[in-house]
C-alpha cells in the first residue's frame, strides 16, 4: 500500500508570491490534515478535510487555504508569501470515519524556503 | 487550550540502555495520545497509539503508557539501538476536535555506539 505522497519535496520562492502544495493520502483514508514545523514554533496544526469538507482549522491567516478533491487528494495554497512561511509542511491522512482511534499517517513533507 | 510538554529535550545514552521519554497535556479531556518518531528531513512514523480507555501499548521494543488522571504518558524504549536515534514526539486529540492533533516540542535522542 503506498503511502501518503507530496509534492514538490522542495520548493523556493520568493516574498510576495503564491504557491500550492500536493497530497496524495493513503488509499482508502478520507481525512487530510496538513501541518506547518518550523524550529521556533514546532508542529503547528494547519486544517483538516474529510470527504471535500473543512473540518478543522488551526490558527493561521486567511493566506493559508486548503482544498480537497473527490478522489481524497488534498492540496495548500499559501498567498502573499512571508519569510515567516519559510517551513516544512506535513500532511498526514487517516481513515477519519471512526472518532479518534485512527493513527495518522504522516508524507514526507513539502520544504518551502521563501528568500 | 492544550499544552503539551517533553522533558527531557534532549537526551544522549550509551548503546544499550533502557530509557523513558516523557509527556505531559494540560487537558485531561482527550481522544487518544499518539508516539510519533522523526528523522532528520524526514516526516512523522507512527510508533504507537493509545486510546483515551487504555492504560498502554506494546511494540516490540518499545512501551507506551497513559495516564490521563495526571496528564502524563511516558515512552519506554528497551535496549537502545544507534538506530533509535531521532526526534520523538507526542501529540494528542482532543475531544472537542478530535482530529486536530496537537503536539509536543520532541526529545532528541541519540544513542551512541
Known amino acids: 500500500k503506498a503511502g501518503v505522497t507530496q509534492t514538490p519535496r522542495y520548493l523556493i520562492k520568493t516574498r510576495g508570491q503564491q504557491v500550492t502544495l500536493s497530497c496524495s493520502p493513503i488509499?482508502?483514508?478520507?481525512?487530510v490534515s496538513w501541518y506547518q514545523q518550523t524550529p521556533g514554533q514546532g508542529l503547528q496544526f494547519l486544517f483538516e478535510y474529510f470527504s471535500e469538507t473543512q473540518r478543522n482549522k488551526g490558527n493561521f491567516p486567511g493566506r493559508f487555504s486548503g482544498r480537497q478533491f473527490s478522489n481524497s487528494r488534498s492540496e495548500m495554497n499559501v498567498s502573499t508569501l512571508e519569510l515567516g512561511d519559510s517551513a516544512l509542511y506535513l500532511c498526514?491522512?487517516?481513515?477519519?470515519?471512526?472518532?479518534?482511534?485512527?493513527?495518522?499517517?504522516f508524507g514526507d513533507g513539502t520544504r518551502l524556503s521563501i528568500l | 487550550k492544550q499544552e503539551v510538554t517533553q522533558i527531557p529535550a534532549a537526551l544522549s545514552v550509551p548503546e544499550g540502555e533502557n530509557l523513558v521519554l516523557n509527556c505531559s497535556f494540560t487537558?485531561?479531556?482527550?481522544?487518544?495520545l499518539q508516539w510519533f518518531r522523526q528523522d532528520p528531513g524526514k516526516g512523522l512514523t507512527s510508533l504507537l497509539l493509545?486510546?483515551?480507555?487504555?492504560r498502554e501499548q506494546t511494540s516490540g521494543r518499545l512501551n507506551a503508557s497513559l495516564d490521563k488522571s495526571s496528564g502524563r504518558s511516558t515512552l519506554y524504549i528497551a535496549a537502545s539501538q544507534p538506530g533509535d536515534s531521532a526526534t520523538y514526539l507526542c501529540a494528542n486529540s482532543m475531544k472537542t476536535s478530535y482530529d486536530k492533533v496537537i503536539f509536543g516540542p520532541g526529545t532528541s535522542l541519540s544513542v551512541i555506539p
Open positions: 487537558d485531561s479531556a482527550i481522544y487518544n
Open positions: 498526514a491522512s487517516s481513515d477519519g470515519s471512526s472518532v479518534g482511534n485512527q493513527p495518522q499517517h
Open positions: 488509499s482508502g483514508h478520507r481525512s
Open positions: 493509545i486510546q483515551s480507555s487504555q
